[in-house]
């Protein structure tokens, strides 16, 4: 319903071919709550019903109507405008499109919708790109996403198991979509100094270069999450830089760093967190405080497959 | 605000799992316990024996009955329950999405109401 109503509207200006960058703009406007940016944009633009989004977000489907109506409550009492963007609004506004996008791809704890979420992503950001071909970090976004996604057959094994990263067989990856990522990150690279999800996909490329190479360079990982620390500061890429540089320096090195970051209560709960700090326990010989952290970190994952994997690590420590 | 996480799953299904089978899964909720715990969310858990040992009460003008298990065919039964504390809805079902037994049963969430709510 919102969905044609806003359309609808988007279709009256007919100088903009395309009203779907509009229609995002408007679904990323500061004042709709950011929680409610990407399931807007699904409803809007790809014609996603409340119970879809709903059971994407673990949210009940009436509750997530009223919160959908909501949020086009707000677009419609503040009048606000699908006009074609002028370069100084998009330079503004782009960057909470480009999260919502992204915020909708990765979710750390919906599994089972996961995928149907990312392609829906990928689609998103295929259409800013389409739209804004000159901004970088549009480019930068749709190829993280492309090589996280290239990725996603080979994380799961024959037996349907969890296959982490640097355990994956590359010749499962989505060869052609690693090719398109890459020169989606060149053009980006072209366009002048490099975003968030630029260095990220920089990140990505690199892990994705094993397929030819046969190794994993951490030391340019490790570097790449430097550049991106200074830029966000913030504790997942913290946790991130601390894993690369266990790879070089050991894991009894970071493993100081990653306990501190524990304080910070956004880890509290953050599965990822506590499933590198097992690791990295385990791999120091701190076999007592890995088993117990190791519960935590399974304690804490939705998706089957990881917590089987998990339990099987803990096990294996158990046997000694 | 505080949650109650009720366990529904087939209790037969339940009670052919191999011992082995059943360790694992065992473990997997004490993980979850634990993770609970870590985050400061965890209040109680309790398992409950099974619907079929249950009684049922009733008093009716003054007349006390007591029905005995077991009771019309349901599919699933209440087995067990966790208590936890969180900040909303959203972060309640965020736990109950967590809880492995939400992969063989269903969980329902209910919101516990203070004693200012009536």
Redesign the interface.
């Known amino acids: 319903m919102i969905a044609d109503e806003l359309g609808q509207k988007a279709g009256e200006h007919p100088v903009f071919p395309d009203r779907r960058l509009a229609l995002m703009l408007a679904c990323t406007h500061s004042t709709v709550d950011p929680a409610m940016r990407a399931p807007l944009m699904l409803q809007v633009l790809l014609g996603l019903t409340a119970s879809e989004i709903g059971a994407a977000y673990?949210?009940p489907p009436a509750?997530m109507g009223q919160r959908l109506v909501r949020a086009k409550a707000r677009i419609k009492e503040l009048g606000i405008r699908f006009e074609e963007p002028d370069a100084e609004r998009l330079a503004r506004d782009l960057p909470a499109v480009l999260d919502a996008i992204y915020a909708t791809f990765t979710s750390d704890?919906?599994c089972r919708e996961s995928r149907n979420r990312a392609e829906e992503a990928i689609w998103l950001a295929q259409c800013v790109v389409a739209q804004v071909p000159s901004d970088p970090e549009a480019k930068g976004l749709l190829a993280l996403m492309l090589y996280l996604s290239a990725r996603m057959d080979a994380q799961s094994g024959p037996d349907g198991g969890y296959v982490p990263l640097d355990e994956q067989d590359v010749s499962r990856w989505d060869h052609a979509a690693i090719d398109t990522a890459e020169a989606l990150l060149r053009a980006a690279n072209q366009c002048g100094p490099s975003g968030r999800f630029q260095i990220e996909a920089a990140i990505q490329s690199v892990h994705c270069a094993r397929r030819s190479s046969g190794r994993t360079d951490w030391v340019t990982i490790g570097s790449l999450y430097d550049l991106l620390f200074a830029l966000l500061s913030s504790p997942v890429v913290r946790l991130n830089r601390a894993l690369a540089r266990s790879h070089i320096d050991g894991a009894a090195a970071v493993l100081g760093e990653v306990i501190e970051l524990g304080r910070d209560p956004r880890m509290?709960?953050y599965q990822p967190y506590?499933a590198a700090r097992s690791h990295l326990a385990a791999e120091a010989g701190e076999r007592e405080t890995a088993l117990?952290i190791?519960?935590?970190?399974?304690?804490?994952?939705?998706d089957?497959a990881v917590?089987a994997y998990l339990?099987k690590r803990r096990q294996r420590l158990l046997d000694g | 605000m505080r949650y109650l996480l009720m366990l529904h799953a087939d209790e037969t299904v339940g009670a052919s799992i191999p011992p082995e089978q059943m360790k694992g899964f065992m473990n997997q909720m004490a993980a979850y316990a634990q993770a609970l715990e870590k985050a400061g969310a965890f209040i109680a858990t309790e398992a409950l024996d099974f619907a079929s040992k249950g009684s049922l009460i009733t008093v009716r003008d003054g007349e006390t009955r007591v029905q005995d298990g077991p009771f019309a065919e349901s599919r699933e039964q209440f087995g067990g329950y966790f208590i936890i504390e969180a900040a909303d809805d959203d972060e309640a079902r965020k736990w109950a999405a967590r809880c492995p037994a939400a992969t063989w049963g269903t969980i329902e969430v209910r919101r516990i109401r203070g004693r200012d709510e009536y």
């Open positions: 673990l949210v509750t704890w919906v509290v709960s506590w117990e190791f519960g935590v970190a399974i304690g804490l994952t939705t089957p917590r339990m």
